[in-house]
């Protein structure tokens, strides 16, 4: 069974930074393309960033040159280091095993930038 378990998320001023992380379990992480989410509220939910199985990532435009994505496989753990942070970036940040065209989801962490 698929479980994927966010933390990490808080309270942050604008400027700041954080870091996600998401403990993935019951499926082979190593080989697997995973991804970081986020939903604010009334809006759809959007990509953060993918890593696949070898190490490339691909970033959303909008937060590319402020996020990092990497992942730990002795671990079996995925990461979101969140930098500059801007109120437009509070949302619920998912973690997401995708394969053939289908995600699995954890709970989320919620992110909230303000002053």
Same mark, same amino acid.
């Given at each position: 069974?698929?479980? $994927?378990? =966010? ?6 001023? &604008?400027? *700041?930074?954080? /870091?996600?992380? +998401?403990? @993935? ?9 995973? @991804?970081?989410?986020?939903?604010? &509220? *009334?809006?759809?939910? %959007? $990509?953060? @960033? ?6 490339? #990532?691909?970033?959303?435009? !909008?937060?590319?040159? /402020?996020?990092?994505? !990497?992942? %730990?496989? @002795?671990? %079996?753990? $995925?990461?979101?280091?969140?930098n500059n942070l801007k &109120? =437009? ?5 998912? +973690?997401? /095993? ?7 989801? *954890?709970?989320?962490?919620?992110? #909230?930038?303000?002053?």
């Amino acid at each position: 069974q698929v479980q $994927l378990v =966010e933390s990490g998320g808080g309270l942050v001023q &604008p400027g *700041g930074s954080l /870091r996600l992380s +998401c403990a @993935a379990s019951g499926f082979n992480f190593a080989l697997s393309t995973m @991804a970081w989410y986020r939903q604010a &509220p *009334g809006q759809q939910r %959007d $990509l953060v @960033a993918v890593i696949a199985s070898g190490g490339g #990532t691909h970033y959303a435009p !909008s937060t590319k040159d /402020r996020v990092t994505i !990497s992942r %730990d496989n @002795a671990r %079996d753990t $995925l990461y979101l280091q969140m930098n500059n942070l801007k &109120p =437009e970036d509070t949302a619920v940040y998912y +973690c997401s /095993r995708i394969r053939n065209e289908q995600n699995w989801w *954890g709970q989320g962490t919620q992110v #909230t930038v303000s002053s």
